[in-house]
């Protein structure tokens, strides 16, 4: 099994591009999907977060903009949270390495890829990318996103020159969709002959 990590930075269009592998037959952990899980109505995290964020969770889970205000210009708070929330991170990957121990290839949705050490745990990386301006307007462009938070965002993000240099795959998505699908099926097809399927 070859175990891929896609990451690619805010707005880049990683989640774009994970569907793209969905859509052709490979399984895909999405760490967010995990964290809004554990993190919404009902989650399991909701005590713990509560506990160390007083105030930033209710009957809907967290709210993310309380939650992201507590964390996102401090780092120790920031450690907090991930001590909170990677555990469990890592024990629905372990859950998805097992339901899926069969398949040839399998593609890891992370986010904060390199920034968390995850890029030990995978064989092969995809960088997301796009142009500076393509990115800032699309960030821009959702609900309740603005400069400031996008600039701190970034700022907790290893830069995109830097995951380009360092990825196997680079996938770009600041050109037509069927380019970037084509970019997708060229990297599948890459790794299963390396796999001999």
Avoid: N
Avoid at 11 to 16: D, E, F, L
Avoid at 162 to 191: G, H, M, W
């Amino acid at each position: 099994m070859i175990k891929l990590g896609i990451t690619g930075s805010i707005g880049m269009g990683k989640s774009t591009v994970a569907a793209m592998f969905a859509d052709e037959g490979v399984p895909v952990f999405d760490a967010d999907a995990v964290v809004h899980q554990v993190q919404g109505p009902g989650g399991a995290l909701l005590p713990a977060i509560e506990s160390a964020f007083p105030g930033t969770t209710g009957i809907a889970g967290v709210d993310r903009a309380k939650l992201g205000a507590a964390v996102f210009h401090d780092d120790a708070a920031m450690k907090r949270l991930e001590a909170i929330v990677h555990p469990v991170v890592a024990a629905a990957r372990t859950r998805f390495l097992a339901d899926h121990g069969d398949r040839p290839l399998v593609v890891f949705d992370v986010p904060l890829l390199f920034e968390t050490g995850g890029d030990a745990h995978v064989d092969r990386i995809a960088v997301v990318s796009a142009a500076p301006a393509v990115q800032r307007a699309r960030v821009l462009e959702r609900p309740a996103q603005h400069v400031e938070k996008f600039e701190a965002i970034l700022a907790r993000q290893l830069p995109d020159t830097d995951k380009r240099a360092r990825a196997d795959f680079v996938i770009p998505t600041d050109v037509p969709i069927e380019q970037t699908r084509a970019a997708v099926r060229a990297v599948i097809a890459c790794l299963l002959a390396q796999t001999g399927e």
